[in-house]
């Protein structure tokens, strides 16, 4: 049995799932702080939000939950954080909160932290792929009663990340990394 045509721009990988430069869009995905200030569309905020649903989760028990922080949710967050840790709200015209919902059980928790921060990471590719710049912030206020209650996040989730997203106003080249074998091993 031979593969259909694969899609422009796509080769045929392993099996019968057509490739992308994954490995591209890992080593170009950049961190911007700079923004225009025209916000996401809420189509392509649905579009990259579902791809989030495919993170690796342990008995797919899909612990990710998003918010997207809309105008009142997002004076609600800077009040609660104060005007100096407030400016960074504004960064970027599109912030989406990511928690994840805990069960009380240890092991189920830390695995669902896991998976919510892979679903984060999809959050931040897909995006890039569509031309879109981001960046993954952790504030204070996120972490606090007042400002859970900002973005009405109840007790049973767990803060991951702030998701800034937007239409890049400037190019930015990769920082130096550091070389796989500083922090591999290979166990005999």
Known sequence: ???PPAAPGLRWGFGS???VDLERAIRTRRTHKVYAARPVERTTL?????????APNH?????WRFRVVGEAA???LK???GAEAAAKLERAPTLVVASALMSGDSTQDEEDLCATACAAYIVLLVAHG???AGYWRTPEVLRTPAGRRAVEMPDDERFIGLIHLGYPRQRLSPPARNPSDS????LG
């Not at 008995?59 to 612990?63: A, E, F, M, Q, R």
């Not at 922090?183 to 290979?186: E, I, L, N, R, T």
């Open 1 to 3: 049995m031979t593969n």
């Open 17 to 19: 799932v057509p490739s």
């Open 46 to 54: 649905d579009e990259v939000l579902e791809l989030a649903r495919w």
């Open 59 to 63: 008995h797919l028990t899909n612990p």
């Open 74 to 76: 997002l004076e609600r």
């Open 79 to 81: 009040d609660a954080a």
């Open 130 to 132: 569509r031309g879109l």
């Open 183 to 186: 922090y591999v091993a290979y």
